[in-house]
T-cell receptor, first 114, second 113 residues
Framework: KAGVTQTPRYLIKTRGQQVTLSCSPISGHRSVSWYQQTPGQGLQFLFE???????NKGNFPGRFSGRQFSNSRSEMNVSTLELGDSALYLC?????????????FGEGSRLTVL | GQQVMQIPQYQHVQEGEDFTTYCNSSTTLSNIQWYKQRPGGHPVFLIQLVKSGEVKKQKRLTFQFGEAKKNSSLHITATQTTDVGTYFC?????????????FGPGTSLSVIP
């Protein structure tokens, strides 16, 4: 079966712009979570969605937001980009709640903010 | 809040040597997962441990969950160049399905051929 698909894979933005990243989970998976990965901070939890509802949120500013659609696809948005937002953004899907089983990660969207 | 730590941060080994990474949580975990991320890749699930004192093996990899369910280890016997990557442990912040999963900072393994 197809894996988790993230688009775009690479993007370059400038400070102050906004960006939207997309994640299509494995078919049948209802939970999608997002992580920010940077060399110095590892994998930082952003938020988790389950059946279109945000179940949990990490310690990120309000500029980071997300949503999940009825087909389980998810998007995350970052507004007013800052240099420090440069990172690999990973999406993970799971069949049920994130903390009950295996997370399947996409290849990530690498964001560079200039 | 809950913290998940891993040591060492980096490990360089000669091919054929053994390798161990340790994961410690500030709170009791209902389960713990291990992931491997190859350079330039994404994290890939290796295993989940649930029971206190549980030990699981996958070929040259041995995973252990501590008796108090606050620590875990991953041991690789006779490392190979294919073992290169960063190994992360991850655990839920609580026992309900609403609790998020947080990751340790990872141990980066380099294998010298």
């Amino acid at each position: 079966k197809a894996g988790v698909t993230q688009t775009p894979r690479y993007l370059i933005k400038t400070r102050g712009q906004q960006v939207t990243l997309s994640c299509s989970p494995i078919s049948g998976h209802r939970s999608v979570s997002w992580y920010q990965q940077t060399p110095g901070q590892g994998l930082q939890f952003l938020f988790e969605y389950f059946s279109e509802t945000q179940r949990n949120k990490g310690n990120f500013p309000g500029r980071f937001s997300g949503r999940q659609f009825s087909n389980s696809r998810s998007e995350m948005n970052v507004s007013t980009l800052e240099l420090g937002d440069s990172a690999l953004y990973l999406c993970a899907s799971s069949l049920w709640a994130t903390n009950t089983g295996e997370l399947f990660f996409g290849e990530g969207s690498r964001l560079t903010v200039l | 809040g809950q913290q998940v730590m891993q040591i060492p941060q980096y490990q360089h080994v000669q091919e054929g040597e053994d390798f161990t990474t340790y994961c410690n949580s500030s709170t009791t975990l209902s389960n713990i997962q291990w992931y491997k991320q190859r350079p330039g890749g994404h994290p890939v699930f290796l295993i989940q441990l649930v029971k206190s004192g549980e030990v699981k093996k996958q070929k040259r990899l041995t995973f252990q969950f501590g008796e108090a369910k606050k620590n875990s280890s991953l041991h690789i016997t006779a490392t190979q160049t294919t073992d290169v990557g960063t190994y992360f442990c991850a655990g839920p912040t609580g026992k309900t399905s609403y609790d998020k999963v947080i990751f340790g900072p990872g141990t980066s393994l380099s294998v010298i051929p």
